[in-house]
Nanobody
Framework: HVQLVESGGDLVRPGGSLRLSCAASGYTYSSDCMGWIRQAPGKEREAVAAIYTASGPTYYADSVKGRFTISKDNVKNTLYLEMNDLKPEDTAMYYC????????????????WGQGTQVTVS
């Protein structure tokens, strides 16, 4: 049973920083793709970053390029999202998602999802 558990969401001032974590368990893919997808109230989900395997290609939405960094620790099986220079428009529920195949920012293709962690920039 695949389980993804996010943490690290918080209330932060504009210009501030946060690091989100996603602990993964229950699957043993030889390679995987993991991503962060966010959803603001009344808006569609938006994939902001993804990484294929721990040191593989990374993908970023234009809205977060240069501010967010995705990384993965394969030993701890944990995905991270370092967020800097946060803006009010970054306010959203942030979800971690995973799949065996490389879907990049095509969030609808991800098979496994966490419950989300709330980020509020105000």
């Amino acid at each position: 049973h695949v389980q993804l558990v996010e943490s690290g969401g918080d209330l932060v001032r504009p210009g501030g920083s946060l690091r989100l974590s996603c602990a993964a368990s229950g699957y043993t893919y030889s390679s995987d793709c993991m991503g962060w997808i966010r959803q603001a109230p009344g808006k569609e989900r938006e994939a902001v970053a993804a990484i294929y395997t721990a040191s593989g290609p990374t993908y970023y939405a234009d809205s977060v390029k240069g501010r967010f960094t995705i990384s993965k620790d394969n030993v701890k099986n944990t995905l991270y999202l370092e967020m800097n220079d946060l803006k009010p428009e970054d306010t959203a529920m942030y979800y971690c998602a995973a799949d065996e195949y490389n879907h990049g920012l095509a969030w609808r293709q991800y098979q496994h999802w966490g419950q989300g962690t709330q980020v509020t920039v105000s």
